[in-house]
């Protein structure tokens, strides 16, 4: 199906991710984690992952990052079990509610075999991070731990150069030829499509 388009200037914050956009602004202030990681237009995107998401279902992130998403979910008790899998912990990594766990894990490398699995799995920004001759091999993972639904945001860089820590380019075509089947909306910001959040039943 075509993709929705959505303004993320006009996107809130819902309260459990604006407890914890308050939370990190708080240890940035302090100088304990970079500004970059108390951007509003990233817990805007996340808010609107957040609404999708089942109550009392299990919860596997995938590529925490700082851990602004799992620290929110994991706060007001809305999941039966939250589990983030990481490569290495990140240097920004926040543990604000003892209701989730970090285990390693490498989606691109250790996909064939894994112990993992949960209701909802959620992979928020991480496909940029790696090699676009890797991607099928994480897709294939992150299918295989989700029993019930899974849930992508990647950047859209059309034209602009990637950022450095990019390994691959998305655009909203590119996004719709790699999962035909699901529910896309790009998000945009100031008229330009800036991400896209894939919603797939499995």
């Known amino acids: 199906m075509p993709p929705t388009t959505l303004d993320l200037s006009f996107v809130q914050m819902t309260p459990h991710i604006r407890w914890v ?5 708080k240890l940035a202030s302090a100088g304990k984690i970079g500004r970059p990681h108390t951007r509003a ?3 805007k995107r996340w808010s609107l992952v957040y ?3 089942q109550d009392g279902a299990s919860l596997i992130d995938v590529g925490p990052g700082a851990g602004q998403f799992v620290n929110a979910a994991a706060r ?3 999941f039966h079990s939250i589990l983030a899998l990481d490569i290495k912990p990140h240097s920004s990594l926040q543990h ?3 209701h989730w766990t970090l285990a390693f894990y490498n989606i691109a490398r250790q996909h064939k ?6 209701h909802t799995v959620t992979c928020l920004q991480t496909l940029a991070y790696l090699p676009e001759s890797q991607t099928a091999d994480a897709l294939q993972t992150l299918t295989s731990l989700a029993t019930n639904q899974l849930i992508l945001t990647v950047p859209i860089h ?4 990637l950022p450095k820590s990019h390994k691959q380019r998305f655009t909203v075509e590119r996004v719709c030829n790699l999962w035909p089947q699901s529910v896309v909306t790009v998000l945009t910001t100031q008229g330009l499509p800036s991400y896209a959040i894939v919603e797939i039943h499995v």
């Open 76 to 78: 007001f008790g809305r």
């Open 41 to 43: 237009v990233d817990y």
């Open 158 to 161: 059309p034209e602009a150069l």
């Open 51 to 53: 609404n999708k998401l």
């Open 21 to 25: 956009y308050g939370e990190y602004g």
């Open 96 to 98: 604000l509610s003892p």
């Open 113 to 118: 075999h894994h112990p993992f699995t949960a």
